[in-house]
C-alpha cells in the first residue's frame, strides 16, 4: 500500500511550508477549543447516564438539591468564649462580598436552634419502630424494679441474670437511636469543647476560583476576629466537603500539568540524547572526537523541535476534539496528555532514524524521506494502527471511564502518526535545506561485526520458558484491589481542617445512607415494609426510616402516632417508673406529651430542612443505613444487590440513589468489560498483524514477545504485590497495543534483512525499539508522581507491563528467533531487502544490485 503512496512523500518535500501552515491552522483552532477542558472528579460521569443507579441520583440531586456546606469549628475549654466568638464571625461573614460583585458569599447560616419545641414533642419525631422498642424497654424496667422489690421472689443462688444483660444492650442501642432526636441548641460536641458553625455559600460548587477565594476570604476574617481576643487557647478551622471536592480537582489539575512538564522534558532529553549518541557514531566510526561531539551537541535543538512540534501539534487536535465531543476529562483521560507524548514520539523516533540510515547511505534529501516512509513507514503506521485499534475497542465499553478514554487515546494516536509522516518530513526538508540539519555519512563508518548470530540462544531461551512456567502458575493469584479507601488521596490540608469537626460530627454510626424517592405516601409505605423485611434476613442492613414516620403527613398517620404516644404515656404512668429520681422518666413524659397532630408549619425549619425538596415539600423518601463501612468493593456489590432495586408486593420498582451504589456499579460492570476488552483487542491486533504479513507463521513471530510479555507482566504483579483496581484496568487493552510495536518492528525488518541478520536488526530497529518504549514508560512513569493512589495504579501497571513486552522482546524474542532460524524455519520463504541501507559494511562491499525496481529475487 505504501509503495503506491510514493507521491506523497515527494509532494510533501516539494512543499513543506504548505504543510506547516495547515498543521498551524489546525492547532491554532484546537488550542483554542481545548483550553476549555476542565476535571471532572466526580465518579457518576463514569457510568452512562439510563443506569439506574445513575438516574436515582440525579433525580434525588434535582429534586432535594445536593447542597454543600463550609463548616467552621470553633474550639476551647470555653462554650461560652466559643458562642461569643461565633456570633462576632457570623455578622462579619454574611456581610463578605464576592469580588465579582455577584452579591455576599453566603446566603444563610445554621448556628443556634429552637429546642423548646422539639424537647416537648421528640417523640412525635421517633419512628413506630423505636416507639415499639421503647414501650417493650420501658416494661421490661418496671418489671426489674417491682421484682426487686419483692423479696419473696428473689433468688439468693442465681447466677448473674442473662436478661439483665440483654436489657442493659437493648437500652444502649434505645439511647443511641433516641438520642438521633435529642437535638441539642447548637451544634456541639458532648463535652461542650467545640462549637460548629455551618455557612450555605451562594456560588456553583464546580467554580474552583470561587471556592479558593471563599475559604481565602474567610480565613482572613477568621483571624481578623481574633480568636485568642475570646480564649487563649482557642483554635478555629473552616473546613467542609466543599473544600475537599476543590482540593480533589486542583490537586489533579496541578499533577496532570506537572506531570506532563516533567515528562515531556524528560522524554525530549532522551531521545535528543539518544540521536546525539547516534549521530556522533556515524561522524567518527565510534571514536570519540571532540570537535564532532560539540558540532552535533549545537545541533541537538534542531533534533527537539523536529520530533516535537509534530507532536505538540497532533494533541492540540485530539485535545480540540475531545473538548467538542466531551466538554470535560474525566479522572482517567486528564493523563492521556503525557501518555500520548511518550506514545507519539515514538513514531518520530523510528520515521527520524530510518531516515538517518537513509541518508548516511549517500542518499538525497527526497530519496531518503521517500523510501523512509515507504519501507518503515509500513511498520510505523501497523504498530501506530493496531495501538489505535486497542483503544478504539474501549468504546465497546459501557463504562465511560474506558470509552472516553479509548476514543481521545486511540484518535491521539492517529493524530500523532499522520501528523509524524507530514509534519516532520515537512520539517526536515526545510532543516536541510536551512542547513540547520545534515545527516549526509561523513567519516568513517564502524566495522561491522562477522558474526550475525545471536548469542547464548539456548541458554536464554531454556531460562526464559521456565520463567514463563513460573509465572502462569502465579497468574491465578494476580489479585484486584476492593478496598476503595487505599485508593482515595490523602489531602493533608483537608484532612488537618477535617479533624477539627471530628468531636461534633464523627460519633455517629448512621453513615453513607441511600435514598429512594417515591412519588406517594402510599409507595414510601410498600418500600418500607420491603426492606424492612430485607433487613430481617441481612443484617448489613443497619436501619430503615421513611420521613413519613417522622413526619406524619397525613390524619392515618397521625393519628397512628398519637395512639403509640398514649401507650407510652400510659407505660411511664407506672408507679415503679414514677419513682425515677434522675429525671429521664420526666423527660420522656415530656417528649410524648403530643395529643393532637402537629402541623408541617409548625415545625421548626432546622428539622425540616434536610428532608424538604426545592420546591418547599417535605418529599417521600426512604433512607436505607449500611451495617459499618461500605469502603470494601465486595460489600458495597451486596449492598447494592440488596437495595439498589426494590419490588414491592403491589409490583412496584423502585431505585435506591446513592454514590456508593454508583460505584458498586462502576465496579461491577469494569469487571464484567475488562476481560472482553482484553479478548477483543489481541483478536483485533492479530488480525491486524495478519494483514501487514499476510502469513500465520510470521504473524506468530510477530505477536511472540507480546504473548510472552503478558505473562511476565502478570507474574510480574504477583512478585511485587501489584493488584489490578478499577482505575488501572484500562491499562490492559494498552499495554496489547504497545507492546506489539516492537514485534512488529523487528519482524519487518528481519525480513527485510534476511537470514543471519538478528544482531543486524538489533543494533538498528531494536534501538529504536528500545528508545520507543523507553518514551513510553517515561510518559506512563510520569502518574508515580500523582498524589492520587488511582492514577499511581495506572502509571505502576503501565510500567510494568511496557518493561515485561520489552524485555521479552529484546531477550526471549531474538533468542528463539535464533533458535528456529537454524532450524531452517525461513529459508523457503526468505524475503531479501533490496536496499541495506544502515550497515556500513555493507555499503562498502554490496553483496547484491541497487535497483528501484524489484527483481525476480526479491518476489
Request: glycine content about 8%; overall charge negative; proline content about 5%.
Given at each position: 500500500m ?9 509532494w ?10 495547515l498543521a ?27 443506569y439506574?443507579?445513575v438516574?436515582?441520583?440525579q ?11 463550609v ?24 456581610a ?9 458569599y453566603?446566603?444563610?447560616v ?23 422498642r421503647?414501650?417493650?424497654?420501658l ?16 433468688n439468693?443462688?442465681?447466677?448473674a441474670?442473662?436478661g ?28 461542650s469543647t ?6 450555605y ?20 476574617a ?20 466543599l473544600?475537599?471536592q ?6 489533579i489539575?496541578n ?31 565510534g ?10 551537541l ?19 487536535w ?19 496528555g ?22 548516511g ?8 524521506i ?12 501497523v504498530?501506530a494502527?493496531?495501538?489505535?485499534c ?9 463504562f ?33 535545506k ?12 564502524a566495522?561491522?561485526s562477522?558474526d ?18 513460573i509465572c502462569?502458575?502465579?497468574?491465578p493469584?494476580?489479585a ?11 489531602y ?12 461534633v460530627f464523627?460519633q ?34 443497619l ?50 406529651s ?16 434536610p428532608?424538604?425538596t ?11 443505613f ?5 469502603g470494601?468493593?465486595r460489600?458495597?456489590?451486596r449492598?447494592?444487590e440488596?437495595?439498589g ?16 451504589l ?24 492479530f ?6 504479513f ?14 510472552m510479555?503478558?505473562?511476565w507482566?502478570l ?5 511485587l504485590?501489584?493488584k489490578?483496581?478499577?482505575?488501572n ?13 516492537g ?26 525499539v ?6 513510553n ?19 505502576i ?26 532450524q531452517?524455519?525461513?529459508?523457503r ?12 559494511e ?8 541497487l535497483?528501484?525496481d ?6
Amino acid at each position: 500500500m505504501f509503495t503506491r503512496l510514493r507521491a506523497l512523500p515527494r509532494w510533501i518535500v516539494a512543499h513543506p511550508l504548505w504543510v506547516i501552515a495547515l498543521a498551524l491552522g489546525l492547532s491554532s483552532v484546537g488550542l483554542w477549543k481545548a483550553l476549555d477542558l476542565r476535571v471532572d472528579a466526580d465518579l457518576v460521569t463514569l457510568l452512562p447516564p439510563e443506569y439506574d443507579s445513575v438516574q436515582a441520583i440525579q433525580k434525588l440531586q434535582e429534586t432535594v438539591g445536593a447542597e454543600t456546606t463550609v463548616d467552621v469549628a470553633i474550639a476551647s475549654p470555653s462554650f461560652e468564649a466559643n458562642r461569643r466568638y461565633a456570633e462576632a464571625l457570623i455578622e462579619d461573614a454574611l456581610a463578605m462580598e464576592r469580588p465579582d460583585g455577584e452579591g455576599p458569599y453566603f446566603t444563610r447560616v445554621d448556628f443556634r436552634r429552637d429546642i423548646r419545641f422539639i424537647s416537648e414533642n421528640a417523640l412525635y419525631f421517633a419512628t413506630l419502630e423505636e416507639l415499639d422498642r421503647l414501650e417493650q424497654f420501658l416494661r421490661g424496667q418496671a418489671q426489674e424494679v417491682r421484682s426487686a422489690t419483692d423479696p419473696l421472689r428473689v433468688n439468693l443462688f442465681a447466677e448473674a441474670d442473662s436478661g439483665a444483660l440483654a436489657r442493659q444492650a437493648e437500652g444502649d442501642r434505645l439511647r443511641s437511636d433516641l438520642a438521633q432526636l435529642a437535638l441539642t441548641e447548637y451544634l456541639v460536641s458532648p463535652d461542650s469543647t467545640t462549637l460548629v458553625i455551618r455557612f450555605y455559600p451562594t456560588g456553583s460548587q464546580t467554580n474552583l476560583g470561587f471556592v479558593e477565594q471563599l475559604y481565602a476570604d474567610l480565613d482572613a476574617a477568621i483571624e481578623d476576629v481574633g480568636p485568642k481576643d475570646f480564649h487563649p487557647d482557642m483554635e478555629v478551622t473552616a473546613a467542609g466537603r466543599l473544600l475537599r471536592q476543590t482540593i480533589e480537582i486542583r490537586s489533579i489539575t496541578n499533577d496532570v500539568r506537572n506531570s506532563f512538564g516533567a515528562g515531556v522534558l524528560a522524554v525530549v532529553f532522551a531521545v535528543v540524547l539518544y540521536f546525539l549518541y547516534k549521530s556522533v557514531q556515524a561522524r567518527t566510526g565510534g571514536r570519540w572526537r571532540w570537535g564532532v561531539v560539540l558540532n552535533e551537541l549545537l545541533r541537538t535543538p534542531v533534533t527537539a523541535v523536529l520530533l516535537t512540534l509534530p507532536l505538540l501539534m497532533s494533541l492540540t487536535w485530539v485535545g480540540g476534539i475531545a473538548a467538542v465531543r466531551f466538554g470535560t476529562l474525566n479522572l482517567m483521560t486528564s493523563t492521556l496528555g503525557l501518555v500520548l507524548f511518550g506514545l507519539g514520539i515514538d513514531y518520530g523516533i523510528h520515521f527520524y532514524a530510518r531516515y538517518a540510515e537513509e541518508r548516511g547511505a549517500g542518499r538525497n534529501v527526497p530519496d531518503s524521506i521517500e523510501e523512509t516512509f515507504v519501507s518503515a513507514g509500513q511498520s510505523i503506521f501497523v504498530s501506530a494502527l493496531t495501538t489505535a485499534c486497542a483503544l478504539f475497542v474501549l468504546q465497546l465499553a459501557d463504562f465511560r471511564g474506558f470509552s472516553e478514554f479509548g476514543f481521545i487515546g486511540g484518535l491521539g494516536i492517529l493524530f500523532a502518526v499522520i501528523s509524524m509522516m507530514t509534519v516532520l518530513p515537512a520539517l526536515i526538508a526545510i532543516a536541510e535545506k536551512t542547513g540547520a540539519l545534515n545527516l549526509r555519512l561523513r567519516g568513517e563508518a564502524a566495522e561491522a561485526s562477522t558474526d550475525h548470530r545471536f548469542p547464548f540462544a539456548k541458554p536464554i531461551v531454556v531460562v526464559c520458558s521456565v520463567l514463563t512456567i513460573i509465572c502462569i502458575l502465579a497468574i491465578p493469584r494476580v489479585a484486584f484491589e476492593y478496598d476503595f479507601s487505599s485508593l482515595n488521596p490523602v489531602y493533608e490540608d483537608y484532612d488537618r481542617r477535617a479533624v477539627a469537626l471530628e468531636p461534633v460530627f464523627g460519633q455517629s454510626s448512621r453513615r453513607n445512607p441511600a435514598y429512594i424517592l417515591l412519588d406517594t405516601p402510599e409507595d414510601v409505605r410498600s418500600v418500607t415494609d420491603a426492606l424492612k423485611e430485607l433487613s430481617e434476613r441481612d443484617s448489613l442492613i443497619l436501619a430503615v426510616e421513611s420521613l413519613q414516620e417522622r413526619f406524619p403527613t397525613d390524619s392515618v398517620s397521625s393519628r397512628l402516632k398519637l395512639g403509640r404516644l398514649a401507650e407510652i404515656r400510659e407505660v411511664l404512668n407506672d408507679p415503679f417508673l414514677v419513682a425515677d429520681t434522675t429525671g429521664q422518666v420526666a423527660r420522656l413524659r415530656q417528649a410524648a406529651s403530643a395529643t393532637s397532630p402537629i402541623l408541617l408549619d409548625s415545625v421548626p425549619s432546622f428539622l425540616t430542612r434536610p428532608f424538604t425538596t426545592r420546591s418547599g415539600e417535605v418529599g417521600n423518601f426512604v433512607i436505607v443505613f449500611p451495617r459499618g463501612s461500605l469502603g470494601d468493593g465486595r460489600r458495597s456489590i451486596r449492598f447494592a444487590e440488596l437495595i439498589g432495586e426494590v419490588s414491592t408486593p403491589e409490583g412496584g420498582e423502585f431505585y435506591a440513589a446513592s454514590t456508593q451504589l454508583v460505584a458498586a456499579d462502576m465496579l461491577r460492570l469494569m469487571q464484567e468489560e475488562s476481560p472482553t476488552m482484553v479478548v477483543i483487542t489481541f483478536a483485533l491486533v492479530f488480525v491486524l498483524v495478519w494483514v501487514s504479513f499476510r502469513s500465520f507463521k510470521w504473524v506468530a513471530v510477530a505477536v511472540f514477545p507480546l504473548a510472552m510479555g503478558l505473562i511476565w507482566m502478570l507474574g510480574t504483579m504477583v512478585l511485587l504485590g501489584v493488584k489490578l483496581t478499577f482505575y488501572n484496568l484500562v491499562v490492559l487493552p494498552t499495554v496489547l497495543g504497545i507492546g506489539n510495536d516492537g514485534g512488529v518492528h523487528l519482524t519487518h525488518r528481519y525480513q527485510e534483512d534476511g537470514k543471519g541478520s538478528i544482531r543486524r536488526v538489533l543494533r538498528t530497529t531494536g534501538e529504536h525499539v528500545t528508545m520507543g518504549a523507553a518514551t513510553n514508560l517515561i510518559g506512563f512513569s510520569g502518574l508515580l508522581l500523582s498524589s492520587h493512589p488511582g492514577l499511581r495504579s495506572i502509571g505502576i501497571l503501565a510500567v510494568v507491563g511496557i518493561s515485561a513486552t520489552l524485555a521479552a522482546t529484546l531477550i526471549f524474542f531474538p533468542a528463539m528467533l535464533q533458535l528456529v532460524e537454524s532450524q531452517g524455519w525461513f529459508d523457503r520463504r526468505r524475503r531479501r531487502r533490496r536496499y541495506d541501507l544502515g550497515d556500513p559494511e555493507a555499503i562498502r562491499n554490496p553483496r547484491f544490485r541497487l535497483r528501484a525496481d524489484p527483481t525476480p529475487d526479491d518476489e
